[in-house]
C-alpha cells in the first residue's frame, strides 16, 4: 500500500497547456506558410480571370463567325462589345459576355469583310502591349483574339 502512494507522490506532475515558446513556434509557422501560400493564391487566382477572358473571347469569336457564315461579313467599325453583342443576338440567339474577368469592357474593331478583333486590357484596363506566350504570368497585358486566333504580336 506505501508502494504504491510513494510512487504516485513522488512522480512529478507536468504543467497543464503550452509554454510561450512552444506558441511562439507554431505562430510563426503559421506565419511562414501563410507568406508561401497567399501569393501562390493570388497568382492562381490571377491565372483563373485569364483563362476565363480567354474563354469570353473564343465565344464571342465562335459567335461571330456563325454570324458571319449566315451574313457573310462581319459587323463592321470600332463598335461598342454592347453593340456587337445585340446585333449577334438576332442571330445566335447566344448571350454574350460583354466583360472580362476583370470587369474591363471588350474591345471590338472590324474591317466587316475579312477580319476582326476582339481585345481584353488585362488586369489594369489599359491598352498597351500583346500577351505573348513568355509573359504570361503579366496579367496587365492585353489578350486579342483576332479572326480565330489569339494574337501574341507586340502593338
Known sequence: MFKDDDR???QRKSPDGFSLIELLIVVAVIG??????IPAM???ME?????STMANLRTIGNNLQIYQNDASFY?????TI?????TLLDIT?????????WHNDFDYASDGTEAYSVESYGRDGVPGANITPSQAN??????????GQFSAAVN
Do not use: Y
Not at 47 to 51: A, H
Open 75 to 79: 459587323p463592321a467599325g470600332s463598335l
Open 93 to 101: 440567339n447566344t448571350v454574350l459576355p460583354t466583360e472580362d474577368a
Open 82 to 86: 454592347d453593340e456587337v453583342a445585340t
Open 42 to 44: 493570388n497568382t492562381a
Open 138 to 147: 503579366n496579367f496587365d497585358l492585353d489578350i486579342v483574339l483576332s479572326s
Open 32 to 37: 511562414i506558410l501563410a507568406a508561401i501560400a
Open 47 to 51: 491565372k483563373s480571370r485569364q483563362r
Open 8 to 10: 504516485w507522490s513522488r
